[in-house]
């Protein structure tokens, strides 16, 4: 646990350099939209952007994978049901031949 806080304390010292040398102010331009910030701060918002949008692709796959691991899980325990039903039958099948 405590190296992901020294990770994270790294990363943040990272940025914060990052930050620092590319304060820059810098002018966006989209249609009729204009946008000034600093490079830095453009760059992060893209870097967090770019994620988004990866996690928003990623959902479907996710979800998919979820509903075949439930169904294989379901499988499963309908198995060791069935399992159980057929060794408690050989079970008193074994003690029916036995008093005989």
Known sequence: MEI???LAAV?????????IQNA???TVKFLVWQFE???????????LAGM???????IPGRIKRRKELFDKQRKIRELEKK???LEKAQTNQSTQEAAK
């Not at 990363?11 to 930050?19: E, N, R, S, T």
């Not at 910030?37 to 870097?47: F, G, K, Q, Y």
């Open 52 to 58: 988004l949008l990866v996690l928003l692709i990623s």
């Open 4 to 6: 992901y806080l020294i």
């Open 24 to 26: 820059a102010p810098v």
């Open 11 to 19: 990363l943040g010292i990272f940025i914060a350099v990052f930050a």
């Open 83 to 85: 399992l159980k039903e």
């Open 37 to 47: 910030s600093s490079l830095a701060v453009l760059i992060i918002i893209a870097i």
